[in-house]
DNA sequence: GCTCGCTGATACCCGCCGGGTATCAGCGGC
DNA sequence: GCCGCTGATACCCGGCGGGTATCAGCGAGC
């Protein structure tokens, strides 16, 4: 078996949705073709491998060991392509004649550092020379997502909570968090809450955010949507725990609460590691001098 | 103008061969395919992004913005496309039955950290349940190549001379560095000497290292392998710095002196930013702990 | 100034392969 | 037992990736 170690993006892109569907017809469907070529192109993938990616058992599919290595590698290999493909057409938009001005794209989770983004806007609009900046909300956890496929350039990011592995990034920020509380609550009234203080509250238990799409588990609301959380606080129905910066969105019905020993959080600015934009360079030069 | 935004890593490869060599027929060739087909697929993939990638200049091409932005992009991920298809071959064979064990490639620049690799491998040999090691000495500097492309898991890096930008690392150790010169040289008797002394010294230039495929100016003899360069030492044509750990491997004919102003190497452990795998956190796991 | 030579682009043909439809083969369940 | 669901197989077709032959621009040289 003379085993050619050139893998195409389409077969990538049929393995990825086999291998998330555990199924060939939804996985066929999805990607709009047909069960029987895909069918065919995953067993040509495998015997191109060398290596046996599906275990076929009767009633359904499931990943082997390589699968899942390619689950994995084949996802960061799909997003290094798209990101190739996005950022050179936005290159391109860059150096047509008369084309847009250098643009970055930058992602942040949406309401968060309202007010650091505000400085980091104006400072970098000040600027002379200063490439165009468009802000691109994403949900909760995504923007190492948006970063990975190319669909921004650079995105303000919040440890603990997102991870900033093969990013490059600068502190920008540290604050301290709160807890959201509804204002009539017993516990609004007081200075400072501890963590322990706010779990386990009841009829008031606290409000799951998904990671990556899943949800921990426990007795609080899943919340989708910053809104749809604040008119739950409102309405009494649960506390949430965000960064300091969140006072700027709260309602009147909202009390925040220091809470004394909840984690840091740390704003960072973070780009792809390997960029070398002069524009981008220029944005994270006035962030970090902010 | 339809724009799909989806690559095929044909395409990626053949324009990543004509930037390189900035020459339809040259590329072609190197492809192993005629020119003609070439030069339709480049103009395809213009066509699908929407944008021109080369300024096909008279006698010859050019680079436009979007194509040096393609050139770097494209090449991160063929190599994250290479590296998938490796990782998924090699998890292949592990999860064969009767397969071989849990294997790790480690890549090591050759003849570096000799007694600190030593020692990792002699302590991470005694783990009861220790993946098997495989040693990959690379050139001078791609260690981080073999990284992205998935020709190894882990690495020996050292810091300044290879960039961790872009992975997972752990410091493991820290060292000075020395002046390695031809045992007879009068600067071979001091006890100490500082970047100044051994700059400019009238017939012993500095060998130079080339750092990615290009070596530094200088009137120094250019370097491609340690044996070249030890010999060169030993016959009192050149001088070179290098961390303390190359005591290891000088010779008689050497001598080696500290440079107290140097910077000092930091020796790290780096891995692929997202790699999951048991086998590698116990081996770094290892090395920390040394 | 004409030709030569080098560049990349075009024209045209062919064979392979990716995609479709129809159908088969295992197996769990009502 | 049959039905229904799974993925695999068989077969056909059209498009496209690849080849050869050739063209078209232009710089260099005698």
């Given at each position: 078996m003379e085993t050619v170690d050139t893998v195409e993006t389409r077969e990538l892109r049929y393995f990825v949705a086999v291998a998330e569907e555990l199924h060939f017809g939804r996985a066929a469907e999805r990607l709009g073709i047909a069960q029987p070529p895909l069918s065919r192109a995953i067993q040509q993938l495998e015997r191109r491998l060398g290596v046996?990616?599906?275990?076929?058992?009767r009633r359904g599919v499931a990943l082997t060991g390589a699968g899942e290595t390619l689950l994995h590698e084949g996802r960061a290999a799909l997003d290094a392509t798209a990101a190739a493909a996005r950022r050179t057409r936005r290159a391109g938009a860059a150096d047509r004649?008369?084309?847009?001005?250098d643009r970055l794209v930058l992602a942040v989770?949406?309401?968060?550092?309202h007010e650091l983004l505000h400085k980091l806007l104006d400072a970098h609009a000040a600027e002379p020379a200063a490439a165009e900046i468009e802000v691109l909300p994403s949900g909760t956890c995504d923007q190492e997502a948006m970063l990975r496929d190319g669909r921004a350039d650079a995105a303000l990011m919040h440890a603990p909570f997102n991870s900033l592995v093969g990013f490059d990034s600068e502190e920008l920020m540290t604050e301290g968090q709160i807890a959201v509380l509804p204002?009539?609550?017993?516990?609004?009234?007081?200075?400072t809450l501890s963590m322990a203080d706010i779990e386990g509250v009841p009829g008031l238990p606290l409000a799951r955010w998904a990671r990556h799409g899943v949800y921990p588990p426990g007795p609080g609301p899943e919340i989708h949507d910053q809104t749809q959380l604040a008119q739950l606080i409102a309405l009494g129905r649960t506390v949430a725990v965000y960064p300091d910066s969140a006072r700027a969105w709260l309602w009147a019905e909202h009390a925040a609460v220091p809470l004394a020993d909840a984690p840091p959080v740390v704003t960072h600015i973070a780009w792809p590691a390997h960029n070398r934009s002069l524009a981008l360079a220029a944005l994270v030069r006035t962030a970090t001098s902010l």
């Open positions: 046996r990616l599906l275990a076929r058992d004649p008369g084309g847009a001005r989770k949406a309401g968060a550092s204002a009539g609550h017993p516990l609004a009234a007081r200075r």
